[in-house]
């Protein structure tokens, strides 16, 4: 089997199917999606535990749009015979798109095996099982980022939440803009937090710090950011510090080869790479896919060119903050933000069972979403 072959099943992949079909046209050009599962996961979603809002068939969005899914884990690539290995099966590519997502990066300490994380479906289950029936659960959050603050203050709705950070200021990737807004939500849902420490040990009841302190814990719930898929490593290029492999405007990486999501590491302008979110993921895996199928159908390649920085953070019952631009100016926030949130985690599950209505959205760069 020749023809475009793209891996993953997440936002990049599934959008980088539909603007290859979209390109196809008429024409014969095969295209095939390789990913395990037979659901999409929609992980921004994951947060609000419950697993099954974030899972979307595959089926129902490639078989409308005619992209054949196989269902099956890539462990090889060969670049220069331009074929992957998925599960015992060889696949030839004359353009391949990867977009393998990424990994929640998990600590190598004791215990490490009872951490609770919601980078999945079933990471998102089995915390929510955890829970279910608890009655003031206690609850240890480690990392105050964009998936830690999301999760602490969700759980703060179930019981008592302590939040550790190894920095000495809450959510330093998100810079001080939007910290005040964060600091006044997490008081107001009682979130206690712990700054300059970090997590040595996990029991099954409680949480060990640097400092000598044992935290009592139903769960410890790890969100120490995000690696990209181990498969980048088996493509020629350049990586930066995620593990992301570098592209061009049109998100190639070399010769047949594009990248696209949490895979790759294009500029979102001039002075800034796009971080790991389908924000970006979306509109590359536009790009990606238009582009492996312009590139041998003879039709115009396009540049990457995504929307203006935004961000959307839920705070559980405190509501939500939005943000602008690189310096995360707060635009919104409490209930009208809340009702953003909630309308991007909408927008955001892709249509299905119409093949017309996904080819039109796929034929669009831009996510549809603003303040």
């Not at 599962?37 to 099954?52: F, G, Q, T």
């Not at 105050?144 to 939040?163: D, K, N, Q």
């Not at 895996?285 to 396009?302: E, T």
């Amino acid at each position: 089997m020749s023809g475009i072959v793209i891996i993953g099943g997440g936002f990049a992949g599934v959008w980088s199917a539909a603007a290859a079909a979209l390109v196809r046209g008429e024409s014969d050009l095969d295209i095939t999606l390789v990913a395990p599962n037979e659901d999409m996961v929609l992980r921004p979603r994951l947060h609000r535990l419950v697993p099954e809002w974030s899972r979307v068939p595959l089926k129902r969005f490639l078989e409308p749009i005619g992209v054949s899914h196989l269902r099956a884990e890539v462990t090889d690539v060969d670049t220069e015979a331009r074929n992957i290995t998925a599960d015992d099966q060889l696949l030839s590519y004359d353009r391949l798109v990867l977009a393998a997502g990424s990994r929640l990066a998990r600590p190598a300490i004791p215990g490490s095996d009872l951490l609770y994380d919601i980078d999945t479906a079933e990471g998102a289950a089995r915390l929510a099982g955890r829970l279910n029936g608890t009655d003031g659960a206690r609850s240890v959050v480690v990392g105050s980022g964009f998936t830690g603050l999301e999760i602490a203050t969700e759980l703060a709705e179930r019981g008592t939440v302590v939040m550790i950070e190894r920095a000495d200021t809450v959510a330093p990737d998100l810079g001080p803009g939007p910290r005040p807004q964060i600091e006044a939500a997490l008081a107001a849902l009682g979130v206690e937090v712990r700054l300059g420490t970090t997590l040595t040990a996990v029991d099954e009841t409680g949480a060990h710090l640097v400092d000598g302190t044992r935290l009592e814990a139903d769960v410890v719930v790890w969100t120490g950011g995000m690696r990209a898929s181990l498969l980048t490593a088996q493509f020629p290029g350049e990586r930066d510090r995620l593990g992301r492999l570098l592209v061009d405007r049109r998100l190639r990486v070399d010769g047949e080869i594009f990248a696209a999501g949490d895979v790759a590491a294009a500029r979102a302008d001039a002075d800034h790479h796009v971080i790991q979110s389908c924000q970006f993921a979306t509109p590359m895996g536009k790009a990606a896919g238009h582009n492996a199928a312009a590139d041998l159908l003879d039709v115009p390649l396009v540049d990457f060119d995504p929307d203006p920085y935004v961000t959307c953070l839920d705070l559980g019952s405190a509501g939500a903050l939005y943000t602008t631009g690189w310096e995360r100016q707060v635009q919104l926030d409490g209930a009208q933000a809340k009702q953003l949130k909630d309308t991007i985690l909408d927008v955001i599950h892709p249509p299905l069972d119409d093949a017309e209505e996904i080819l039109r959205q796929a034929g669009q760069q831009s996510n549809g979403v603003s303040g």
